[in-house]
């Protein structure tokens, strides 16, 4: 026997109940969220196989969500949410393959992007942007000698102090070319070329 996937639906009760839900219902189990910030921390504590965005859900517009999301997994940079502790809580596809895995949720975002070491700029970009609020940047070297620029933001409108879970935007870029180029500029200035 198969196992039943397990959906998460945002929007009303009433949503929660609609036809559409319904049909949802016969194929998974639902669980219903009335906020995207209940969505949120139950995306925190469970996983689920998808979502089912109601029309209500604080009165997104369902359209640009799906554009958004559909547009943010094609583009060539990585893109993840992630806590406190650096743990991947939704990654785009780009981040998924540089973490050769089918999804990078729970990893460590260090650890997704092959290890390594940090060569430039802030020593923990995540932890810098939580004590101050505003942008950080660094430089990672990996073990396989792939080169990244991270940038962290937090991402919470709340104060730090407030309790609620912090979650960080990230942004990863692939700068291996640029690096090697630049090394080979630096190898060539110091030969006296």
Known sequence: MTERVKILVVGSTAEAESSVAENLRNAADLEVAA???????LMREQCFDGVFMGRSGDGSNLSEISDLIRAT?????????????????????????????ENAVGLNLYEALGGGEIIGGIKCPCLKTIKSSRAARCLIKSKEEQFFRVQANLMNDSDVASGEPLEILVFVQDVTSDERYRQKLNAIHEAGV
């Open 35 to 41: 906020t995207w910030n209940d969505a949120r921390r």
């Open 73 to 101: 997994q094609q583009i060539p940079q990585g893109v993840a949410i992630v806590d406190e502790k650096q743990n991947v809580l939704w990654a785009n596809q780009q981040l998924n393959t540089w973490a050769e895995c």
